[in-house]
């Protein structure tokens, strides 16, 4: 039991540790009869690395380089010696070199004894091993049976495997997720919800707590529902990166999120934490904002969403930006600056003097027929003078009015 709990974190953390794997098996009184075993079968693995081990403990790292590079060139030239081939994952593998375990383990036996890789100590390079065996064999991507059954050997899998997976099981989630606590899983565990989430999976609450401890860069994966139900706790661990990939629909379930989580902050600081989700912000939130003297940043100003924008007043934008407003210009081609340009008079524009282009030409007048404008893609601009033009607004305005 007690090498159970222990070799994860030891295969996931660690340089193999054959001396202390030593020194655990000589106490439990199995590694003589072992090694007599090796002896029989002709082979004698064993004894030089006893005999080193028991002289210094310390060896393993510089070992480590010498014995690599060998191993791999044994491992192209041997097949497995007779008698060798292994029927069944047991700890009798702990003792077989690295090339052994090519060329005489095969895939198809981890998968199917998975459990059973996951109880015996193996070290740290014999996990590699067994890696790349596994995906030797499942070359797609492993099945999801045998992902059910991982446990442990999930700390070996890459985010880049994971994206092969198709995970259909909540369950599997779970197991795995308890598996990653605590072990530098945030990229794993990302890909993982990604995979389950993509697939269509609904996540529960337990979940979402338990995905609470792990760095949230996932938020961008979960559906707008299930980010109703994320911890204030997340929205604090969020970095402004791992918002990236959100889309608007997210950000609108978030903004008010981070609102409620920032409120014991104030001031310059309450901004700062506030800036990477205003892309959800509603337009009278970003008036409050204006009038808090926070200098809001252009690159931010064009995340804001442009219905937010549309009604802001020129003078609202100017306290908004304070001293950033001169950057609006190079963006005046670009949402939401441009939408709300078109909205203003370009007199007013002109008087903020930023030489920005596309208002309403003097003497027009915007008429902001919201529904009718959803088809015809921008404002009415009607000529405002005497006489006949204004017969023709009359008119249009009664047509509009009897549709
Ligand atoms: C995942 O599911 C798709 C569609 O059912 C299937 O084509 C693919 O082979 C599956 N991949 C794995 C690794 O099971
Ligand atoms: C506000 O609350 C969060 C979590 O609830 C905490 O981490 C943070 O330190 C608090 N900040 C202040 C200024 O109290």
């Known amino acids: 039991m007690a090498l159970q ?46 005999q080193r ?9 510089p070992e480590l380089t010498v ?17 060798r081939k292994a029927q069944v994952v047991d700890e009798n593998l702990v003792f077989y ?22 109880l015996v100590p193996f070290t740290y390079q014999q996990l590699n091993i067994f890696k790349r065996k596994l995906d030797k064999f499942y070359p797609q991507g492993y099945p999801e049976s045998l992902i059910q059954r991982l446990r442990y050997f999930f700390l070996w899998v890459t985010p880049e495997d994971i994206h ?44 979402l707590d ?32 791992d918002l990236d990939a959100c889309s608007l629909q997210q950000m609108t379930v978030l903004y008010p999120k981070a609102r409620t989580a920032f409120q014991n902050v104030s001031g310059s600081e309450y901004f700062t934490r506030i800036k990477p989700y205003l892309g959800g912000a509603p337009t009278e939130d970003l008036r409050a904002l204006s009038r808090q003297n926070i200098n809001m940043d252009v690159a931010t ?62 003497g027009y007048l915007v008429l902001d027929f919201s529904v009718r404008e959803a088809s015809s893609g921008g404002p009415l601009l009607l000529r405002l003078g005497p006489g006949p033009v204004l017969t023709v607004i009359l008119s249009l305005l009664l047509a509009l009015i009897l549709n």
């Open 5 to 50: 709990t222990a070799r994860p974190r030891q295969g996931f953390f660690g340089i193999p540790t054959h001396g202390s794997l030593l020194l655990l098996l000589l106490s439990l009184g199995w590694v003589l009869a072992s090694t007599a075993q090796a002896a029989d079968t002709g082979l004698g693995v064993m004894t030089p690395w006893l």
């Open 53 to 61: 081990t028991s002289q210094d403990l310390s060896w393993q790292r």
């Open 67 to 83: 014995i690599l590079p060998r191993a791999r060139r044994d491992t192209e030239k041997k097949a497995c010696p007779p008698g």
């Open 97 to 118: 070199e690295e090339w052994e375990l090519e060329a005489c383990v095969d895939g198809a036996l981890l998968a199917a004894q998975m459990d059973r890789v996951n």
């Open 164 to 207: 092969k997976w198709n995970v259909t099981s909540l369950e599997t989630v779970k197991s795995l997720l308890k598996v990653s606590k605590g072990n530098r899983m945030d990229a794993q565990v990302t890909a993982l919800i990604a995979r389950y989430v993509g697939g269509g999976g609904q996540l529960d609450k337990a979940t």
């Open 210 to 241: 338990a995905l609470a401890s792990f760095h949230p860069t996932y938020l961008c994966f979960l559906s707008p529902e299930q980010l109703g139900s994320v911890q204030l706790s997340v929205v604090w661990a969020t970095r402004p990166q």
């Open 301 to 362: 100003f064009k995340k804001l969403r442009t219905e937010a924008v549309l009604p802001l007043t020129i003078a609202e934008v100017q306290k908004l930006l304070g001293t950033n407003l001169m950057g609006l210009k190079a963006e005046e081609a670009n949402s939401p600056l441009r939408e709300w340009i078109s909205r203003q008079s370009q007199e007013d524009l002109d008087s903020l003097g930023l030489g920005l282009h596309g208002g309403t030409p003097n």
